[in-house]
T-cell receptor, first 114, second 114 residues
Framework: DQQVKQNSPSLSVQEGRISILNCDYT??????FLWYKKYPAEGPTFLIS?????DKNEDGRFTVFLNKSAKHLSLHIVPSQPGDSAVYFC?????????????FGTGTRLQVTL | DAMVIQNPRYQVTQFGKPVTLSCSQT?????MYWYQQKSSQAPKLLFH???????NEADTPDNFQSRRPNTSFCFLDIRSPGLGDAAMYLC?????????????FGDGTRLSIL
């Protein structure tokens, strides 16, 4: 049972345009949502997060929006740059045992074209 | 630079032959995690340590064990690897167990089973 879903395996966007990556979740107990970026042959790198009590968080070109009623979040990248080409993972955090646990989506491969 | 280092990057073992994967960190973080990621799937948490306290996920196979001899090092032991254990194994750390602290990942070890 996949609790975090990224339904678009891939996305292609022109340089300078907006990239919108989507993520849906099913578990209401998630308290934080995070986006990670992954280049080939490297581990995931933290990008931006949002608390479940907020609906928007912005960091430079990256903005994450959370719609709790729809159990949906999205990552907006404006303007998109070729260096943004990577796999983006949505992750949701909950407490398990003594620490937080991340439940990941399967990722969306973003290709930013010239 | 403070970081999470996984060794080796690529590991090949024979069916049924025990194998150990290594993770070290210079971040001095309390929590260390091990994830398994199979091709085109989401990373899946196997277990984590909060300091010396070990927390196993309910669906982690008994074949998988872990050791944390000190703050800096954590090992993943696979006692009798099967073909289904071929995957990327990711180590991550976080400063505390709270959800607002992002996890920092190593570059992973890709395990192949012959």
């Amino acid at each position: 049972d996949q609790q975090v879903k990224q339904n678009s395996p891939s996305l292609s966007v022109q340089e300078g345009r907006i990239s919108i990556l989507n993520c849906d979740y099913t578990n209401s107990m998630f308290d934080y949502f995070l986006w990670y970026k992954k280049y080939p042959a490297e581990g995931p790198t933290f990008l931006i997060s949002i608390s479940s009590i907020k609906d928007k968080n912005e960091d430079g070109r990256f903005t994450v929006f959370l719609n709790k009623s729809a159990k949906h979040l999205s990552l907006h990248i404006v303007p998109s740059q070729p260096g943004d080409s990577a796999v983006y993972f949505c992750a949701a955090s909950s407490i398990t045992g003594t620490a937080s646990k991340l439940t990941f989506g399967t990722g969306t491969r973003l290709q930013v074209t010239l | 630079d403070a970081m999470v280092i996984q060794n080796p990057r690529y590991q090949v073992t024979q069916f049924g032959k025990p194998v150990t994967l290594s993770c070290s960190q210079t971040l001095n973080h309390n929590v260390m995690y091990w994830y398994q990621q199979k091709s085109s799937q989401a990373p899946k948490l196997l277990f984590h340590y909060y300091d010396k306290d070990f927390n196993n996920e309910a669906d982690t196979p008994d074949n998988f064990q872990s050791r944390r001899p000190n703050t800096s090092f954590c090992f993943l032991d696979i006692r009798s690897p099967g073909l289904g254990d071929a995957a990327m194994y990711l180590c991550a750390t976080s400063s505390s167990g709270t959800s607002n602290q992002p996890q920092h990942f190593g570059d992973g070890t890709r395990l192949s089973i012959l």
